[in-house]
Nanobody, 126 residues
């Protein structure tokens, strides 16, 4: 019953923008810290951002600071990741996940996030 569904990915040229959505069902998203992750082919999954609904923090990996902004809409039980000034190295499958900890994890260990979306592909290419 608990689900997270990402959407909004696609093909965009360098310098372009996309907004990813993470819509939750089966739980109230605002009660949890939510992580945004990405995984590129041949690379390990990395944390892109953590939205600290529990601890009030926001974390962005250095490579996206100033370009990506996370936000939420409680009425829609959804979180968003606005991605601007996209670069080819941003190409990856992007996931959202529900956190299990009080702190906003930067690491994404299995015990820190218990439910994951299916992912949405972001491709940045000219």
């Amino acid at each position: 019953q608990v689900q997270l569904v990402e959407s909004g990915g696609g093909l965009v040229r360098p310098g372009g923008s996309l907004r990813l959505s993470c819509t939750a069902s089966g739980f109230t998203l605002d009660y949890y810290n939510i992580g945004w992750f990405r995984q590129a082919p041949g690379k390990e999954r990395e944390v892109v951002a953590c939205i600290g609904n529990r601890d009030g923090t926001r974390y962005y990996v250095d490579s996206v600071k100033g370009r990506f902004t996370a936000s939420g809409d409680n009425a829609k039980n959804a979180m968003y990741l606005q991605m601007n000034s996209l670069k080819p190295e941003d190409t990856a499958i992007y996931y959202c996940a529900r956190g299990t900890t009080d702190y906003c994890s930067h690491y994404g260990y299995d015990y820190e996030y218990d439910y994951w979306g299916q992912g949405t592909q972001v491709t940045v290419s000219s």
